[in-house]
């Protein structure tokens, strides 16, 4: 277990806003980008940078609406209108501006998770979406298609499908989905975690342990899975305790990384770098946190 220390981030110490709506780690660069109710926010570690309508005249609202990755580790953000920001050289810039018809929260813009191909086959279209970028979770199958875990229930969508279609597994009874390397999980309502065979679309049991062999049993309130697109491992957050995923082609196992965890902290999304063993949590209302 790493020897965890704790710094909070706040706006009584450098943080525009203590209401977080996205991260994102570039490991490339150790920068850490945020999306805030005050503008986009760069982070190296020591410095904020922030990015407002003081410096980015195509911001239109300072109040970001969500974060994502791309399998091609682009990073891209909305504002609150439904303008699309993007990184590029270490700096936000205007990818994409809001049309007149989009409601940024309900639209089509959860296909930025998935490929610029597939987003920009429907990103024109009237906007008739039922699923959200900010409340669903996307799972890239490829370029072309991707599973939706929506109110509990698992979507597939395909370019070639006008709308997402239910796959034939219980309906309303999946509270988490997750990708480990090229794998997919689900865990469902009874605490039970399976791989998704991307072949024939069937779910197979699967443990998750940890390293010493004992089982891990999920918790039945709100989901305690973070993952995001663009990461390698989920983290599973238990208590004070941190542990990430890995799976060996037979099990999911859980490693113990970090504990001093802040029990209410609120946790809306996390990032975590490998390389330089250090957990990103970002909250609804307290602010960034990194042990």
């Not at 989009?102 to 086959?121: E, I």
């Not at 979770?137 to 006008?162: E, M, P």
């Amino acid at each position: 277990v790493v020897n965890s220390h704790a710094q909070v981030y706040t706006t009584d110490n450098g943080l525009p806003s203590n209401g977080i709506k996205g991260l994102q780690w570039d490991e490339k660069t150790n920068f850490l980008w945020i999306a805030t109710e005050a503008g986009i926010v760069r982070f190296n570690g020591v410095d904020f940078r922030s990015y407002t309508k003081e410096n980015m005249a195509s911001i239109s609202s300072e109040r970001m609406l969500f974060m994502t990755r791309n399998y091609k580790d682009a990073i891209y953000i909305s504002d609150l209108p439904g303008n699309i920001f993007t990184v590029q050289e270490s700096k936000p810039v205007i990818w994409k501006k809001a049309a007149n018809n989009v409601n940024p929260f309900y639209s089509n813009y959860y296909l930025l998770a998935v490929s610029d191909t597939f987003f920009r086959k429907y990103n024109d279209t009237v906007n008739t979406s039922r699923f959200s970028i900010v409340t669903d979770k996307i799972v890239r199958l490829s370029d072309t298609a991707c599973l939706i875990l929506n109110n509990g229930t698992v979507f597939f969508h395909s370019i070639g499908s006008k709308n997402p279609v239910v796959l034939p597994f219980e309906k309303n009874s999946f509270k988490a989905i997750f990708k480990i390397g090229d794998n997919c999980f689900l865990t469902d309502t009874k605490k039970r975690t399976f791989l998704f065979n991307k072949i024939n679309y069937s779910l197979s049991p699967v443990l998750v342990a940890d390293e010493l062999n004992q089982s891990i049993r999920f918790e039945t309130g709100n989901n305690p899975v973070f993952w995001e697109p663009g990461m390698n491992n989920p983290i599973l957050i238990s208590g004070e305790n941190a542990w990430l995923f890995t799976y060996n082609g037979d099990r999911i196992t859980a490693k113990l990384i970090f504990t001093g965890i802040p029990s209410d902290a609120l946790i809306r999304t996390i990032q975590y770098s490998e390389k330089n063993k250090t957990l990103f949590i970002g909250t609804d209302s307290k602010g960034l946190i990194i042990l």
